[in-house]
């Protein structure tokens, strides 16, 4: 079921062309240089197109939550959310969100010298200056609206990627608010923040769930959020 993205309204991208790009389930918030909303849409068209072709093929990557293996001439993007989701001990599907921001938007970078793809939460960005990143856990969070996550300018791009077990319709085992994962691949990003929100369970979870964060290789930051209490580890700085 869609559900309202009313977070959108804090978006202001400096000196930046904010647009939407919606496709079936696809919902992209995107900033660039120019309105790029055609090239977008192209490249959204076909990285949707080679994951459903891939899945009428081998359904189990649509429905499995244990890594799999993909063959090596299946599709990039395919590819990646299956490395994604063995490396986070996740089925593929954990990091579909964060691997289309991140495809869709260095597609965009034959265009643009900057970019900010938003997909529910799941983002990846490639930005000249120093950008501020609203956190949402909720409405009824203390820190929904109050805290911010500082990114400082990227050269080879980054994401960022939310679960939540409270806030999201995705599939999420725990009750984290929001369980957040930087790194420099946005797939790995999502199918962390999975795997993270999937094992806190209540806030004495909290270090638990930055504990299992920390040992996946290229994770390079992780906030975890319960009710009124949070924590954090590596390249995070709130604001």
Known sequence: MYK???YRQWVKSEGL?????????????????SDLENKARVSVVNYREEISSYVRKNKIFLTSLEP???????????????????RASVGPMAAVAGAMSEFVGRDLLNYTDEVIVENGGDIFLKTKIRRVLGIYAGESSPFSGKLALEIPPSQGGLGVCTSSGT?????????????????????????????????????????????????IEGVRGALVIVGDKLGSWGEIKLV
């Open 4 to 6: 309202e993205r009313s």
């Open 17 to 33: 062309v904010t647009f939407e790009v919606k496709e079936l389930e696809t919902d992209l918030l995107i900033s660039a240089a």
């Open 68 to 86: 799999i293996d993909v063959e090596v001439d299946a599709p990039r993007i395919v590819r990646a959310m299956a490395d994604a989701g063995r």
């Open 167 to 215: 806030v999201s319709h995705s599939l999420s085992f725990g009750k984290a608010d929001a369980a957040l994962i930087i790194s420099g691949d946005a797939a790995l990003a999502d199918a962390v923040a999975t795997a993270v929100g999937n094992i806190v369970k209540n806030k004495d979870c909290i270090e638990k769930g930055i504990e299992l964060a920390r040992s």
